[in-house]
């Protein structure tokens, strides 16, 4: 059981006052709120050993440099990587996708082909239609159904000896859709197509094992997972990474340069040139830690009953249609109120304290579906609580009130 008052004492932002009304953080999906421990982690490298890694024969060099192999091995442990090169830290599930979507260049030919779902976020759409551009590949995309769910029967009939690449993503952002990801990992295999799965929006909920998903690449965030913004992961095969050329070119990503050849460096540090977000790593490392703690069972289990009590309070006021009701999702709430325009009941609550999302969530292609221009997102983390949604439902109602 989860001493909710304890965990709520640990986020410091819990305590924020809005509007002067008390927060009520209800935006998760788009970034997660950072305990005590994490911000003590960056504090204490600015504070006490801040001095660029891996080059440097100096002590702050080194504690910096170990602390943020530590990191890497935390990662590793965590996504069940068998090697901690097949870790890269990137500054995010966007840099992470772009590191792959632009190494395929070189690995596609003219009319291959690369399945995407209609559930995705825009920057797993654009690098992809990118890819298209530069290499005349061909871009399908795996069908949506009323409830949000990715039609796994038209999945079978886009899939050939053409696929080169499925791209996915785990859950969903604007609805909250788990995808099978299992079921699509093997059957892109199945036609020796390598798969990518998008795991920004899986990642604060779920712990996921790379090695028994036998995924390719898997990609994350920090800022979703109690981490810091600017820093992420990607995981991916040895084999795979190998193959792919690097991303950018600059320091800490070479063997040997002269001005007439340069030679890459191994794995990892191939795919990392530059100065890295060494503090984001480190702290990416304590979050993992933190929530690993708190065990992502009791996370699940916490956030389900949110999503249980929250979906059954908000459908009590009428003409609310929530978007994204399968069986199998997260705790996040899509909904919007008879024609009010969503923007404008996010304008209200939050003047009660309640921040929520509105808009397209960065899937346009889900609102085309739905036909609309967009919806109110509630998402829940463990750490909210059922009064809150409770403050959340008087919120909406009010606005209800005021716009109708
Ligand atoms: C947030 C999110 C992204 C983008 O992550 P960034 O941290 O902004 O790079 C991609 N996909 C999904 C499903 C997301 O939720």
């Known amino acids: 059981m989860l001493d909710i008052d304890k965990i709520r004492s640990e986020f410091p932002i819990l305590k924020r006052v809005v509007n002067g009304k008390p927060l009520v953080y209800f935006d998760n999906a788009a970034t997660s709120q950072t305990p005590q421990v994490v911000i003590d982690a960056i504090v204490d490298y ?3 050993y801040n001095a660029n890694i891996h080059r440097g024969v100096h002590t702050l ?3 910096a440099t ?3 192999e530590e990191a890497r091995l935390k990662i590793r442990k965590h996504f069940n990587a068998k090697k901690s090169h097949e870790i890269i830290f990137t500054s995010g599930t966007t840099h992470s996708i772009n590191i792959i979507a632009t190494g395929f260049t070189s690995l596609l030919n ?3 082909e690369i399945i995407v779902s209609a559930l995705e976020h825009h920057s797993n759409i654009v690098p992809w239609q990118m890819l298209c551009d530069r290499t005349g590949a061909i871009l399908k995309v795996i069908p949506m159904n009323e409830e949000g769910e990715l039609v796994l029967s038209e999945y079978d009939n886009l899939l050939s000896n053409k696929t080169k690449l499925v791209f996915v993503n785990h859950i969903s952002n604007a609805l909250g859709t788990i995808n099978p990801i299992e079921e699509i990992i093997e059957k892109a295999h199945a036609v020796g197509a390598a798969i990518l799965i998008d795991g920004a929006q899986a990642c604060p909920h779920i712990k996921p094992d790379v090695q028994k998903l036998n995924v390719d690449f898997y990609v994350a965030s920090a800022h979703k997972i109690y981490g810091p913004t600017g820093v992420g992961m990607l995981y991916g095969k040895e084999e795979w990474l190998n193959k792919l050329p690097p991303y950018q070119g600059g ?3 070479i063997k040997e340069v002269t001005f007439e050849k340069t030679t890459y460096a191994d794995l990892p540090h191939k795919f990392e040139a530059g100065t890295p977000n060494i503090c984001g790593g480190i702290a990416f490392g ?8 708190i065990g992502f069972d009791t996370i699940e289990k916490r956030e389900m009953e949110l999503l249980k009590y929250g979906t059954e ?3 009590e006021i009428e003409g609310l249609k929530i978007y994204g009701t399968s069986k199998n999702k997260t705790a996040v709430i899509s909904f919007n109120i008879d024609k009010i325009h969503p923007y404008d009941i996010g304008t209200i609550v939050d003047k009660l304290g309640v921040a929520v999302r509105t808009g397209h969530h960065c899937a346009q292609p889900i609102m085309d579906f739905y036909k609309i221009p967009g919806t109110v997102r509630a998402s829940f983390s463990f750490y909210n ?3 809150e949604i409770d403050v959340l439902v008087s919120a909406v109602k009010k606005a209800k009130m005021m716009l109708n």
Do not use: H, I
């Not at 304590?286 to 703690?293: C, K, P």
């Open 61 to 63: 060099s080194q504690e």
């Open 110 to 112: 003219k009319d291959d």
């Open 313 to 315: 309070k908000l459908l």
């Open 385 to 387: 609580t059922k009064e």
């Open 251 to 253: 320091g800490e990503m």
């Open 286 to 293: 304590v979050a993992l830690d933190y929530a690993n703690a």
């Open 66 to 68: 170990d602390k943020y």
């Open 46 to 48: 600015y504070a006490n």
